[in-house]
Each structure stands twice: as C-alpha cells, then as structure tokens.
C-alpha cells in the first residue's frame, strides 16, 4: 500500500522550533523528487519546501527562507522539515508530497502530484 504519512506537528510559541517527519511506505522515496506544502483555513495551499531526488538542489519561497530546511533520508524512506524561528502566519496543516519531476512539483498543477500525505497540524500561538 503506497503512503505518505507526516507526524510531529503540534502547538509551539512564537520563536519556537518543530520538526515534521514523513514517512513513505510502499515506494521507493529516493526516486521522487519530494516537498512540503501547507494549507491555513481560507487559503490555498502553498510549498513550503522542495528537494530533488538526485542532486540535493533545494527551493524556498521567501515566506520561510532561512528558517525551514527540508532534508531527506532514503535509506530510511523518510523526509523532514525543521522549522524555526516560527511564527503565527506558519500556522497550517502541513503536508508531504512525492512526485517524479521535480520542475512539475514546483510549477505544475498540484492535483497532478503522485502522493500525499494527509497532513499534520501546525499551530504557533502564545
């Protein structure tokens, strides 16, 4: 059975840091091109975080430059994103994705992504 199933998500202050995990199940994660997207009540959903699956080049849109970090372990099947610095506007419902090409991850339709996971609550308040 293919999955993406996310954890880690939680309640965190302003200021404060959380790391979400993701793992695949019933694939190979190191064929895929991977990313994270986020979705606030009313609002689409956005990327947050994207990596390729060959030479470890990595996209963030400015929102969160310089303060998520996407990173990757295949051996394991697993992909994370550390957050810091968090702020009230992160907070989201966060989801992993896979899909085979990167450039269609970044800019294609996101209904054409090959996997999804069913996300994982992010929310920064004091």
């Known amino acids: 059975q293919v999955q993406l199933v996310e954890s880690g998500g939680g309640l965190v202050q302003p200021g404060g840091s959380l790391k979400l995990s993701c793992a695949a199940s019933g694939f190979t994660l190191g064929d895929y091109a991977i990313a994270w997207f986020r979705q606030a009540p009313g609002k689409e959903r956005e990327g947050v975080a994207y990596?390729?699956?060959?030479?470890?080049?990595?996209y963030y849109p400015d929102s969160v430059k310089g303060r998520f970090t996407i990173s990757r372990d295949d051996a394991k099947n697993m992909m994370y994103l550390q957050m810091n610095n968090l702020k009230p506007e992160d907070t989201a419902t966060y989801y992993c994705?896979?899909?085979?090409?990167?450039?269609?991850?970044?800019?294609?339709?996101?209904?054409?992504?090959?996997?999804w996971g069913k996300g994982t609550l992010v929310t920064v308040s004091s």
């Open positions: 990596t390729t699956s060959s030479d470890g080049a990595k």
């Open positions: 994705a896979a899909h085979y090409s990167y450039y269609q991850l970044r800019t294609g339709d996101i209904n054409d992504v090959n996997y």
